[in-house]
């Protein structure tokens, strides 16, 4: 694998640490404290407070380290593992994170994946998850101090490892607890086939990675078996455990935890079928920025619903969590920093998306936004988009720079930035699940980007943006090779965009908007318009974008609406 896409695939993380060498020692199966070593640079490494070190042989010889903390008591115990990429003694240099285990009566495992921390290997991100995550789980389930019952926990990169390990179907697996996780490595590094700049291109920056590769590596969207081998979604098929998925409406893998629980609730093997959970909280993948905030939508960290899963499972404790229904969602609303309407609030679901209404809400002419379908004689707009000009990102679903529903009136009004807006709302319209929006538009290239956004306008004019997404219009029909192919030059077509799930309440007084442009940078890379893909030594050109408003092309935003009863059970 080419170490930029290594670098690269890892873009959805904050920390990257340097593959070191791994040593430890293991007495008859039995935890022994790895001696302090020296290390690169002659500097000692130390294992973290109050664990003890042992090292796991996977079925290749390389070795891995891992911190193992014991519960007080005789065993075996069931045990919890969790897989990390970022230095299990960095991420646990007091014993206190492993604590909420160790109380709640379980042997807690933090492992260096392959190739970081103390663990042998070369480090290829994800690449070799699944296996290791396999022969980690198998080798614990032989040690003294285990039960053989073992479940697997983790967010962000180690959620992904953990979903890694699941979708090997470990014999000793028998449950997981899965925190903002994606349903595809594509999600850290592309939406729509549009390279996310700042948080997989700067974040590669950071690690010393030279333009020419990050280029090259932002070009690997296309479907390969690169990607086929190690993709959670291509094989989540052989997971057979019950998976209690927790991810926020604002996280960066908002679609992993929703789309994972929906497969494997309906359609997954008969031991995850009908045993799935799902939390959706309104927060993201680290504090919002904005003047709004959900102070009792939860956040990106520990949930008291985790060792209430485990002890069900692992230990077998009818606690009630499998008679209370599949899906727990915060219901966003009005909410400016402490002043939250009562209107948000958690709902439950008997599943996901529950039971909603398709409505279309059609772009105007006019620059409205309606229910009504536009006229026969609707007029496009065309719109000049310049590269060297692209529009500035304000808040969404991002990692490394602000994040949330920031107010989108900073980017002014610009003739490459439409703006469709509802009247003030007479009621409130409440939305629940997926957010599609069809386009029906052209170029006079032979590429191109669109961008839409889902927004929130407060009645003060605040512009909250709900969802975005983008479509690089190559790739409209797919990532095959033999789906991808360039616009012809003026030629209108559908393009139909996936803006991920959500749970909103568009409160009356409010007005809804649908965003068009066709550049959102940082967060994405600017297209030349050229059929070239983005690059330094690229020469950009001016495209000539055209969106079109008619009834034989009618553009429309396409909302799951809610019917709710006056009292809602379950909130």
């Known amino acids: 694998m080419h170490k930029g896409l290594a670098a690269l695939a890892m873009g959805a993380c904050l920390i990257h640490f340097g593959?070191?060498?791994a040593a430890a020692q293991a007495n008859s199966g039995q935890a022994a404290q790895a001696a302090p070593r020296q290390v690169r640079g002659g500097r000692p490494e130390k294992v973290a407070e109050g664990a003890t070190e042992l090292m796991a042989e996977m079925?290749?010889?390389?070795?891995?380290?891992?911190?193992?903390?014991?519960?007080?008591?005789?065993?075996?115990?069931?045990?919890?593992?969790?897989?990390?990429?970022?230095?299990?003694?960095?991420?646990?240099?007091?014993?206190?994170?492993?604590?909420?285990?160790?109380?709640?009566?379980?042997?807690?495992?933090?492992?260096?994946?392959?190739?970081?921390?103390?663990?042998e290997g070369f480090y290829q991100a994800f690449v070799n998850d699944g296996f290791d995550g396999y022969d980690t789980i198998e080798w614990m389930a032989k040690q003294p101090w285990c039960n053989g019952k073992i479940g697997i926990t983790g967010g962000s990169a180690m959620g992904i490892t953990a979903n890694m390990a699941a979708t090997h179907n470990p014999?000793?697996?028998?449950?997981?607890?899965v925190v903002v996780a994606p349903s595809t490595r594509l999600t850290g590094s592309f939406i729509g086939g549009a390279f996310k700049q700042k948080d997989s291109g700067d974040w590669s920056r950071g690690q010393g990675i030279k333009e020419e590769v990050i280029a090259r590596s932002a070009q690997n969207y296309p479907d390969s078996a690169y990607w086929a081998t190690t993709e959670i979604g291509e094989l989540r098929r052989y997971i057979d455990i019950p998976m209690y998925n927790y991810g926020g409406w604002y996280d960066i893998f908002n679609e992993g935890n929703v789309r994972n629980f929906q497969y494997l609730q309906e359609h997954g093997a008969e031991?995850?079928?009908?045993?799935?959970?799902?939390?959706?909280?309104?927060?993201?993948?680290?504090?919002?920025?904005?003047?709004?905030?959900?102070?009792?939508?939860?956040?990106l960290g520990a949930n008291a619903q985790e060792i209430r899963w485990f002890d069900?499972?692992?230990?077998?404790?009818?606690?009630?969590?499998?008679?209370?229904?599949?899906?727990?969602?915060?219901?966003?609303?009005?909410?400016?920093k402490g002043a939250a309407s009562p209107k948000n609030r958690w709902m439950s679901f008997g599943s996901w998306p529950p039971g909603s209404r398709e409505v279309n809400y059609y772009l105007q002419p006019d620059g409205s936004l309606s229910t009504k379908a536009p006229p026969a004689t609707g007029k496009p707009i065309t719109y000049r988009f310049d590269p060297k000009k692209p529009v500035q990102t304000y808040g969404g679903a991002n990692l490394t720079f602000e994040r949330g529903p920031m107010d989108q009136r900073p980017i002014g009004q610009r003739e490459d930035y439409l703006r469709f807006t509802t009247a003030p709302l007479a009621e409130d319209v409440v939305i629940a699940g997926p957010v599609t929006m069809d386009l029906w538009a052209a170029t006079d290239g032979p590429d191109t980007d669109f961008m839409v956004k889902l927004v929130d306008v407060y009645p003060d004019g605040y512009e909250a943006i709900v969802l975005d997404s983008a479509v690089r219009t190559r790739y409209r029909a797919g990532r095959k090779p033999d789906e991808i192919r360039m616009m012809a030059p003026n030629a209108p077509e559908k393009l139909t965009l996936d803006l991920w799930d959500t749970a909103i309440t568009f409160e009356k007084g409010h007005r809804m908007a649908v965003h068009v442009t066709s550049s959102n940078n940082p967060r994405f890379d600017v297209n030349p318009n050229t059929g070239e893909h983005p690059g330094?030594?690229?020469?950009?050109?001016?495209?000539?974008?055209?969106?079109?408003?008619?009834?034989?092309?009618?553009?429309?935003?396409?909302?799951?609406?809610?019917?709710?009863?006056?009292?809602?059970?379950?909130?």
């Open 59 to 119: 079925r290749d010889g390389v070795k891995l380290a891992g911190n193992l903390y014991l519960p007080q008591g005789q065993g075996p115990f069931p045990c919890i593992v969790m897989r990390t990429p970022y230095g299990k003694d960095a991420m646990f240099a007091s014993p206190a994170g492993a604590k909420r285990y160790t109380d709640a009566g379980y042997a807690y495992f933090v492992q260096d994946t392959r190739g970081k921390g103390r663990s």
């Open 271 to 299: 031991g995850a079928r009908g045993n799935q959970k799902l939390e959706m909280g309104a927060f993201g993948h680290g504090p919002l920025s904005g003047d709004i905030e959900y102070s009792d939508g939860g956040r």
């Open 536 to 571: 330094p030594r690229v020469k950009p050109r001016v495209a000539k974008n055209t969106v079109f408003l008619d009834a034989a092309r009618p553009s429309a935003l396409r909302l799951p609406v809610l019917y709710l009863p006056d009292v809602v059970a379950g909130q």
């Open 19 to 21: 593959a070191q060498e």
């Open 171 to 177: 014999p000793h697996l028998v449950a997981a607890f």
């Open 312 to 336: 069900y499972w692992l230990k077998g404790i009818d606690n009630g969590i499998m008679s209370e229904p599949p899906v727990r969602a915060f219901m966003m609303a009005a909410s400016r």
